[in-house]
């Protein structure tokens, strides 16, 4: 293989909340209505180191059933081939597989003259909790081709190839999570039938401090989305979720942003949780029911140091988010969880005109 350098390379991919819009994205697909949703990074991420190699390997930390990481590794090595890294994203046994089907569309690349050696080597990002673990890998990979061999990609490119590579492992996930490619910048993402995704940088007028919380529960997104997918074109209820009301929240989200007004953010959470209760989750009874999300949003000791929150990404026990009134508010909030529900974790995050303009980290 012609390689020019075998120069490591630092990466770091973080991942990525939801605050409004959930499933919008897929249901847009369906062309009757856009989806439009609003993200942005979290703090948490995954890091890496990557070479260019003459096979593609990929190791990572492991979680536990909780989602966090165990202390133990897990190692992915196979043949630099199309239909090998083909086998490997098909494949329902392989750990890797997302690794192998973004692996197998960088191979499509011009400029793409050999494999990869990717090492994974710090992860405070939880794991399967709604907050685009697996697109942060996705994008990890992708990001990693692209710097190992110079291809300039455009960020909207790298996006595309990394939710070609996790759809053709079979996987249901819309087209939202690999926003995590613009890090701590909120994006506004429109989608609609047949189009490109619509990505529009938003840049608060003043700091949001906010919180989300590993609830330490069980979800299965995949069923979820499942779920609701069949249930869509016989759902009015659904599509009305999905389409005008997720439309007017996220367009007075975006306002509220806007101005740094948290207050107005806060209330449309909590809107936006009880839309979402009563016209998506009967779809999904099993998973949505959520009893977790619905006993940290309504714990009284937190009302006074909060404006809202609601469930994040495909919503379920795996991870509420609150917006909260002040810094020391949060710290408070952060601290009354953690006596009352010492199993659950909370992660930091503040949405500030700093970070807004900062350039993305592609």
Same mark, same amino acid.
């Given at each position: 293989?012609?390689?020019? @350098?075998?120069?490591? $390379?630092?990466? &770091? ?33 995954? @890091? ?6 003459? @096979? ?8 536990? /059933? ?48 050999? %494999? ?5 080597? *710090? ?18 990979? *992708? ?8 291809? %300039? ?17 079979? #996987?249901?996930?819309?087209?939202? =999570?690999?926003?995590?490619? $613009? ?7 429109? &989608?609609?039938? %047949? ?10 007028? %003043?700091?949001?401090?906010? &919180? &989300? ?23 009015? =209820? ?14 007075? *989200? ?27 989750? /009967? ?7 959520? /009893? ?33 009134? #002040? ?36």
């Amino acid at each position: 293989m012609d390689r020019t @350098s075998d120069k490591a $390379y630092e990466l &770091f991919v973080p991942g990525r909340i939801c605050l409004f819009g959930e499933h919008s994205d897929w249901a847009a697909e369906f062309g009757l209505h856009k989806g439009h949703c609003l993200v942005v990074g979290t703090d948490q991420g995954l @890091s890496a180191v990557a070479r260019a190699a003459d @096979s593609f390997t990929v190791e990572t930390l492991i979680p536990d /059933p909780l989602g966090r990481t165990s202390g133990r590794n897990r190692q992915m090595s196979c043949r630099w081939d199309a239909k090998t890294l083909l086998a490997a994203a098909k494949d329902e046994d392989e750990f890797f597989r997302y690794c192998a089907g973004v692996a197998y569309e960088m191979s499509t690349r011009p400029g793409v003259r050999g %494999g990869l050696d990717l090492r994974i080597t *710090a992860m405070d990002l939880p794991l399967k909790k709604g907050v685009s673990s697996s697109a942060a890998v996705c994008i990890l990979v *992708a990001k990693a081709f692209d710097t190992v061999y110079g291809l %300039g990609l455009f960020p909207h490119e790298l996006m595309d190839l990394a939710y070609l590579g996790e759809r053709l492992t079979g #996987s249901q996930c819309g087209r939202m =999570d690999q926003a995590c490619i $613009y890090g701590k910048t909120p994006v506004l993402l429109t &989608f609609a039938k %047949g189009e490109d995704i619509r990505v529009e940088p938003i840049f608060p007028g %003043g700091a949001i401090s906010m &919180f &989300f919380v590993d609830l330490a529960g069980q979800k299965d997104t995949v069923k979820i989305l499942n779920d609701l997918r069949w249930a869509y074109l016989q759902s009015p =209820d659904l599509q009305r979720a999905l389409g005008e009301s997720n439309a007017q929240i996220v367009r007075q *989200a975006y306002h509220a942003l806007a101005v740094g007004d948290a207050e107005a953010l806060g209330r449309l959470m909590i809107a936006s949780q009880k839309t979402f209760d009563e016209l998506v989750a /009967p779809h999904s009874p099993e998973q949505l029911a959520s /009893p977790l999300l619905h006993q940290v949003l309504s714990l009284p000791e937190l009302a006074p140091h909060i404006y809202g929150g609601k469930g994040v990404g495909s919503q379920g026990d795996g991870t509420a988010q609150m917006v909260a009134r #002040s810094p020391s508010d949060r710290d408070t909030a952060m601290a009354i969880l953690r006596r009352a529900m010492p199993q659950m974790q909370c992660f930091p995050l503040t949405i500030s005109p700093a970070a807004a303009n900062g350039a993305a980290h592609a």
